[in-house]
Every structure is written in C-alpha cells, then in structure tokens.
C-alpha cells in the first residue's frame, strides 16, 4: 500500500466547489481589485465591453476597478477649486430618484430601436480634474458600439483608438446592448434590480439584500442608465430601483462636466468619489462623477462625465 | 439574465499562462480573473480537504485576494503558478493550525461498527475498512508537525512536484524530500496497523481526548 496514493484518494470531507461559491469568491477578488489604487491604469472608462467578459459581474466589477478613488490619499491633499469636496446626507436619495423617474417619464421620447447589425455611436465629454494641482483637461470620447456584439466595436478616447473584438459565445456585456435582451429587463423597479443582481440569481427581495448584492445593484444600473437608448419605461425604472437599494446616499454640491452644480447620487460604502449626477430642483439626470489614479499611483483624478450626442448608425466612424 | 458569472474568460486565454495572466494584470487588473477561473477549483478543493467546507470557501477567496495583492511580486518567468498559489493558501492555512488539527482528529472519528446481529452486505464492509483506513490517516495527519503536514498534503493535495511544494513553502529541495520522507513514514506506520484492533485503540484514545 502506497500511503501518498491513499491520501490522494481521499476527499476528506470535502464537497466540489459549488457555484454559489465560487461566485462569491470571484466578487470578492473583484472587490480586491477594486479598492486597490495601484491597479488602475488610465484612462480606462470603459473596458467592460472591450474586454467582453462572460460574467456579468466580472464585467462589471472590471469596470469599477479602472475608477477607483484613493481615499486614504484625499484627506491630505488641498482642495483644487474645480473639484467639490461634497458631503453626504442621508435624507433624500429617493426623492432625488424618483423625482429623476417623473422627469424621465415627463420628456421620455419615443424610442429608435436598433437593429442587431447597426452601432450605437455616442459622444461623451469628460472633463478631467488633477486633484492635488486642481489642472482640467477635458476630452471627447466617441464609441461604436456593435448593437448584437457580432462586429468589432471602436472607441476612441483620450485619443486612444481601442477597437473591442467582437464577443465569442456565451460573451456578453454590460448593459446589454440587443433590444431583445433590454426588453427583457422589468420596468417595475422591485422586479428589476433582484433581475439584474448576481445575474437573477440572488433570490428574494432587495430587503434581503447582502452588502454585495447592494453595491452590485448600485453599480449595474449605474451603468445602465449609460447606454444611451434604452426601452421605455427603463430608464425610469432604474431610477426607481436605485431609490429602493438600502445604502445608497446623496451628496449635495456636486459639480458635472458643463459646470452646473447638483445632487449626487452615492453608495458611499464601496463607491467613494463615484456619483450619479442629478439637477437639485428639476431632478434631471446631468451626468456621472468617478474617479481614478495614475498608473504610478500618485495621483487622482476627478473625471465628470456626460454624453452630448448618440445616434443608431450602420457603420463604425458613420457620425450622425 | 442569461450570463454566468463562473464561466471562465473567453478569448482563448486558457491557452496562456499563467505568467500572462498574472504580467496583464498589472496594468489590466481584471485579466487576473484568469487566473482565478484555471485554479479556483482546485485551491478550493486543497483548503476544502485541510480545513472542511465552511473554511475553505474564506480560505479560497483569501487565496486569490492575497495573490491578487502580490501580483507585482510575482516570478513571471515561472509559467505556472499553481506553486505560488498554493504556497499562499499554505501560508494562509497556518493561521488555522489548531482547527486543521480538530478536524483531522474527529475525521478519525469514523461511524461505530455496525452491530452484529445485523446483516453486513460485503459492500458495507468494505466501505467501513476503507472508512477505518481514512480515520488512521487524519489521526496521523493530526499528529504530523505543520510543516510535515505542508509538505505531504502540497504533494498528495495540491498535486504539486518537489521543486514546486520547495518554491510554494520557501524552502530547499533537499528540506521537502526530508520533510516528505519523514512525514510519509508517519503516515505509512499508521496505515500499517491498520486492522480493526488496532483502529479500535486509537479510536478509543482519540475519544478520550
């Protein structure tokens, strides 16, 4: 009798990984990745669809890791001018949402619906602010996005020309793209985010949530409400379902890319520096707030967001 | 929802390394996730075997967190780094040592004979010899010095060579052969006297403990 063999025959007690698990364990690496500084590579907005992953929370975890805030670095650094220093209330998160739903709902306007071969082109400005030096730059993005993901989609940005390869099977992206597949989302808010959370497969209502499942839930329809066209009623209902997620928060005074001030939308928790940006009276969505540091670390920048243009075209570097 | 969040990543890089991997992911943090999809299964399943379930999904997670965290450190001229990894989940398992020696302890605790007077298919006993061999095997695994234990169960366990367990621990070559020999020979003494008398003595002492 061999004892190594023996040993190797030996489950000890131990059960295969199951799936539930590994999940969890993969969001925790993600996590990892995600409160680590020294991980984020400039300028990185938007790698989910160009790296095509197949898990819908590794996609949107990766995302997250490319705008991490530094936190233990912004208590020692001056104020630059530009940049909001805001604080977070506690008191108005739904009622800043829900108020953006009725807005969304006032001037929803009816829908182009893209065919599955044609490109979603949008135009972003970022407006980009050195946080320890207080120097802006601002850029103009522009994404052709494949609507089916079966063509090699373009970004251009920061002057970077980034071509994402078309997906392979079982690839897909976050937010979807294909109407079919956004048809599918519910516009009933309390439908939507259990929907969306661990891929549907976080049982239960968003009052059972776990801490994980919340920042997912905070994070995905943030960036949903980035696709530029989206089915009726969605848009809304994000709005709507992001009232509805315990731990989100507003924080008052934030400034967006055109320099208009309003009510940032939060999940300080998980999320430092990273906003929705809201107008404070009208409610309107005005664009979004991260952050994200060197690739040698030293330093954080403050990047606003929002699109100006977007389009249904059918051909990559067609502008509307 | 149609996706799966344990699919591997596609694009064809499980034809790469782990090196690859692990070098990509210093500018791109997310390709470390490769890493995770080749080799959380079998982490998982190692911590699993030394530590029970409850512990190995923490222990796993922590695993790949660490590396993760380490990956600027990495060697990358070693291609696979199933050593490094393993060596992490080792290091990490240290903290557990009285618990790792609790559970081995009631592994050796295997069911009460059956009664005689009921009827024993053969198939039973066979299962209830080779659940008594088992049972001699954790109580000696028990037994073992940590790093005896680390040596033996990196080879059996982790499916890992010599030169490899010696990276994962940090140690010479000629510090694993000896370790192994000396841990291999614990374990062999125990399987040895592995007839029922001889179980039902250390079962006995064992559950005087």
Redesign the interface.
């Known amino acids: 009798?061999n004892?190594?063999d023996?040993?190797?025959r030996?489950?000890?007690?131990?059960?295969?990984?199951d799936?539930d698990?590994?999940?969890?364990?993969?969001?925790?690496?993600?996590?990892?990745?995600n409160e680590?500084p020294?991980?984020?590579?400039p300028p990185g907005r938007r790698?989910v669809p160009r790296?095509?992953?197949?898990?819908?929370?590794?996609a949107a975890?990766?995302a997250t890791?490319l705008v991490t805030v530094d936190g233990a670095r912004e208590g020692q650094q001056a104020k630059p001018p530009a940049v909001d220093s805001p604080n977070v209330a506690n008191v108005a998160a739904p009622k800043v949402l829900n108020g953006a739903a009725d807005w969304e709902r006032r001037h929803e306007r009816q829908t182009v619906v893209p065919r599955d071969d044609q490109f979603i082109y949008s135009k972003r400005i970022i407006r980009e602010t050195e946080r320890k030096t207080g120097k802006v730059r601002t850029y103009t993005d522009e994404m052709w996005d494949s609507v089916d993901g079966s063509r090699s989609s373009l970004t251009m940005e920061l002057g970077n020309i980034m071509w994402e390869?078309p997906l392979?099977?079982?690839?897909?992206v976050w937010p979807p793209r294909r109407w079919d597949e956004l048809k599918k989302l519910p516009t009933d808010p309390e439908k939507l985010v259990p929907?969306?959370v661990?891929?549907?497969?976080s049982n239960g209502s968003i009052s059972d949530f776990t801490e994980d499942d919340r920042w997912q839930a905070y994070f995905l329809l943030g960036e949903l409400l980035k696709a530029p066209v989206l089915p009726e009623g969605l848009r809304a209902a994000a709005y709507e379902g992001l009232a509805l997620v315990p731990g989100v928060k507003t924080v008052e005074g934030v400034e967006d890319s055109a320099g208009r001030t309003g009510v940032g939308i939060a999940y300080p928790g998980r999320f430092k520096g990273r906003y929705l940006i809201f107008d404070a009276k009208s409610y309107e969505f005005l664009g979004f707030r991260d952050e994200r540091i060197s690739?040698d670390g030293k330093k954080t920048y403050v990047q606003l967001s929002h699109t100006v243009e977007w389009a249904i075209v059918d051909k990559v570097r067609q502008r509307p | 929802?149609?996706?799966?969040?344990?699919?591997?990543?596609?694009?064809g890089q499980g034809e790469q390394s782990d090196a690859w991997s692990i070098e990509r992911s210093r500018?791109?943090?997310?390709q470390?996730?490769a890493l995770?999809d080749r080799h959380?299964?079998s982490v998982?399943?190692y911590a699993?075997?030394?530590l029970?379930?409850e512990a190995?999904?923490d222990l796993?997670?922590d695993t790949?967190?660490t590396a993760?965290?380490e990956r600027?450190r990495y060697d990358l001229a070693r291609a696979d780094a199933r050593p490094w990894l393993f060596g992490i989940a080792t290091n990490l398992i240290g903290r557990h040592r009285r618990a790792e020696a609790r559970r081995f302890k009631a592994?050796a605790r295997v069911p009460e004979p059956v009664p005689h007077e009921e009827p024993v298919a053969d198939r039973a006993v066979a299962r209830v010899g080779a659940e008594r061999?088992?049972g001699e095997?954790?109580a000696a695994l028990a037994r073992l010095p940590a790093r005896h234990r680390d040596v033996?169960?990196l080879?059996?366990?982790a499916d890992l060579g010599y030169e490899e367990v010696a990276h994962a621990l940090g140690v010479p070559v000629g510090t694993v052969r000896s370790r192994l020999h000396r841990a291999?020979r614990t374990?062999?003494e125990?399987?040895g006297g592995s007839d029922p008398t001889a179980f039902q003595e250390v079962h006995a002492h064992e559950r005087a403990r």
């Not at chain 1, 020294?38 to 590579?41: F, K, L, P, Q, W």
């Not at chain 1, 661990?198 to 497969?201: F, I, M, Q, R």
């Open positions: 009798m004892e190594l023996e040993l190797r030996w489950e000890a007690g131990a059960p295969p990984l799936d698990t590994r999940h969890r364990a993969r969001v925790r690496l993600f996590a990892a990745m680590q020294a991980a984020v590579r790698r790296i095509a992953l197949t898990g819908l929370v590794a975890v990766a890791v390869e392979g099977e079982g690839e897909s929907a969306i661990s891929a549907g497969a690739r | 929802m149609t996706v799966d969040p344990g699919v591997p990543l596609p694009l500018d791109e943090p997310e470390f996730a995770f959380a299964d998982h399943r699993a075997r030394r029970g379930p190995a999904e796993m997670a790949f967190t993760f965290k600027h592994l061999m088992r095997l954790a033996v169960l080879v059996a366990w291999r374990l062999r125990a399987l």
